[in-house]
């Protein structure tokens, strides 16, 4: 079963980006569409977006879409979440897993492998 493990984050002031990394264990990662998620304190795990298995179709969380990106390497195995003009409401634990299902997903239910997640921290 895929196992991913995130990095890349950090603290970033206001407007500033970043780039996190998802790097899986198997190589049937490729065969699976992953999402991102981030939970911030008190609060429960949002859905940030999604990318199919090869790459072809993104999905986006209204709060994120224009600013963050996602890509994947099935090549390395890895999946990338690109964050632009970031906010200090984006500051959280971000997370990535992959998908049980073969078509776009928001809940956290429908995804597995999760990571211990990266923690993101945008200061005013």
């Known amino acids: 079963q895929v196992q991913l493990v995130e990095s890349g984050g950090g603290l970033v002031q206001a407007g500033g980006s970043l780039r996190l990394s998802c790097a899986a264990s198997?190589?049937?990662?490729?065969?699976?569409?992953m999402g991102w998620f981030r939970q911030a304190p008190g609060k429960e795990r949002e859905f940030v977006g999604c990318?199919?298995?090869?790459?072809?179709?993104?999905y986006y969380a209204d709060s994120v879409k224009g600013r963050f990106t996602i890509s994947r390497d099935n090549a390395k195995n890895t999946g990338y979440l690109q964050m632009n003009t970031l906010k200090p409401e984006d500051t959280a634990v971000y997370f990535c897993?992959?998908?049980?299902?073969?078509?776009?997903?928001?809940?956290?239910?429908?995804?597995?492998?999760w990571g211990q997640g990266t923690q993101v921290t945008v200061s005013n």
């Open positions: 990318i199919s298995s090869r790459g072809t179709f993104t």
């Open positions: 198997e190589r049937t990662f490729a065969t699976k569409a």
């Open positions: 897993a992959a998908s049980v299902k073969s078509y776009y997903t928001r809940l956290p239910t429908d995804y597995y492998g």
